[in-house]
């Protein structure tokens, strides 16, 4: 999944969306490209830290590669694991 520009809470139930149907397969990884996102919402990463977490307890690795200066930073305060 590639995502781009601002990834605010507007944003949120259609990432929700698409990010359950991805995980509901159980693939062994899932990958989000956060390299063109210049903004991550508080709400948004908290969500993204936490379903980063659940993936993992599921058996699934989500990774997040690509985020860069703001949104890397508010990432990994919310807990996710940027590769």
């Known amino acids: 999944m ?7 809470i ?3 139930p259609g990432l929700r969306a698409v990010l ?6 159980r693939p062994e990884e ?7 996102v210049d903004l991550v919402e508080t709400v948004t990463a908290g969500f993204l830290a936490q379903q980063q ?5 599921a058996g ?3 990774v997040l590669r690509g985020a860069h200066n703001l949104p890397a930073r508010l990432l990994s305060m919310a807990g996710a694991i940027i590769d």
Do not use: F, N, Q
């Open 20 to 25: 359950r149907s991805l995980l509901a397969k």
């Open 53 to 57: 977490a659940a993936a993992e307890a």
């Open 10 to 12: 507007a944003a949120l």
């Open 60 to 62: 699934t690795r989500l």
């Open 2 to 8: 590639v995502l781009g520009g601002d990834v605010d």
């Open 30 to 36: 899932v990958e989000i490209d956060l390299t063109d």
